[in-house]
């Protein structure tokens, strides 16, 4: 099955139990209340009072003006509450795999009891609603403490928020870096640097108003009421089966994980198999021993999102690295795309191709509206750039 057009693969890892699958398919996406979340410094503006930009958009939400001490002695709140109002679900990008993250990710030590649904952001993109389902019901206006249902959620609602992005990796003992106060849900975004090798990417939903995320007090206090969701994982009601291209099994799964997520699929009438026809496929973890281009035609690897001094230099030692790690008989071409978000930065992805022929071309990479993208082609194996040229000229003469 060739990678979908509009790139970006990213992945869902679970521990392998026939709810979670057919939850997925039936209910959608499962989000967690961001303070749920184990990194307690997520979203943790580092130095507030010091940074001038966040000082800068604070008076002007509240049209004073307040003393730095002040600023000091009251801004912890705000991190709190910008938790406290999102619930987040979490995918990973690309498919590069290692042990501990299937361990960490499925709960499994033995690396059996495991799966990944993986889709691209593209697809993602697509099946997120734009409207509200009664197109004349009107959004409510109620207090910010009162959550809007999950089913009733669409992308542009008044009452509502929704983001998703990439999240950025951030160091704490770097004096001169201050993460980016555009927009409130941003330091919701933001990560401490030891979380990096999850190159998260997050749908975010703040469910409770979206006029003033947070509202400020004439002295810089945030005043929001803390909604109560009583531990609650709400679902996210998107068209899931129109985001699914494989189910990959953990690196130990045999033949009863196998069947087991078969079964599950049968019962949910969703067809599986390399054909382009079929909805999904079946594959092993690229931490298998045979080759990789055995059980999967392509994969994915992100770099940019943690780096930390900001240099092209650690980007091209990403792609150095990746042509190293790449085997020029096992896969035929290597393509890079650089994708610059609308926030800024800059992220290189690499894939592999197996296919002779690969099912994506360079005009198909990119996100229309959401990033640039610039794309260079490479030829791992120099015979086959070779015949492929051959074959050019024959073609045109």
């Keep these: 099955m060739p990678i979908p057009s509009n790139q970006m693969v990213i992945r869902k890892y679970k521990p392998l139990k026939k709810q979670y699958l057919k939850d997925f398919f039936k209910k959608g996406i499962r989000c967690t209340h961001i303070p749920e979340f184990c990194d307690e410094n997520e979203g943790m503006i580092e130095s507030p009072a010091d940074n001038p930009a966040f000082r800068g958009s604070i008076a002007a939400m509240t049209g004073s003006d307040f003393s730095e001490e002040e600023f000091k002695e009251q801004w912890p709140q705000f ?37 990944a649904i993986e889709t691209t952001v593209d697809q993602f993109l697509q099946v997120l609603p734009t409207e509200p389902k009664e197109p004349n019901q009107e959004d409510s206006t109620g207090a910010d403490s009162q959550m809007t249902e999950f089913s009733e959620l669409y992308v542009g609602g008044t009452d509502h928020d929704i983001h998703v992005g990439a999240v950025q990796y951030q160091q704490r003992d770097a004096p001169d870096s201050y993460q980016t106060t555009g927009y409130q849900a941003s330091v919701n975004f933001f990560k401490e640097s030891s979380y990096d090798y999850e190159v998260e990417f997050r749908l975010l939903i703040n469910p409770f108003d979206n006029v003033q995320i947070l509202r400020i007090g004439k002295n810089g206090i945030p005043i929001s009421p803390s909604p109560n969701v009583d ?10 089966r129109e ?25 949910l009438g969703i067809s599986h198999g390399p054909n382009p026809d079929d909805d999904l496929e079946i594959v092993d973890s690229n931490l298998c021993t045979t080759p990789y281009s055995a059980k999967q035609q392509y994969t994915a690897e992100f770099r940019g999102t943690a780096n930390y ?5 650690h980007l091209e030692d990403f792609m150095q690295d990746f042509l190293k790690r790449t085997d020029a008989e096992e896969w ?22 197996a296919m002779d022929y690969p099912g994506i071309r360079v005009a198909d990479y990119g996100h229309d509206g959401l990033q640039s993208v610039s794309v260079n082609r490479r030829f791992c194996n120099e015979d086959f750039r070779k015949k492929l040229k051959e074959e050019a000229e024959e073609t045109n003469s």
């Design 332 to 353: 035929r071409i290597v393509d890079f795309t650089e994708i610059i978000p609308p926030t800024g930065g800059l992220i290189v992805e690499g894939y592999r191709h």
């Design 243 to 267: 985001m699914k291209n494989r189910i990959v099994l953990a690196p130990a799964a045999g033949e009863e994980e196998r069947s087991l997520v078969e079964n599950v699929l049968d019962d």
């Design 79 to 115: 991190h709190e509450k910008a938790r406290q109002k999102y619930f987040a679900s979490c995918w990973r990008l690309g498919t590069r795999e290692f042990v501990n993250m299937w361990q960490n990710y499925t709960s499994d030590p033995t690396l059996k009891k495991g799966f």
């Design 309 to 313: 001094d900001e240099t092209g230099s």
């Design 231 to 240: 531990g609650i994982h709400p679902f996210f009601p998107i068209d899931t």
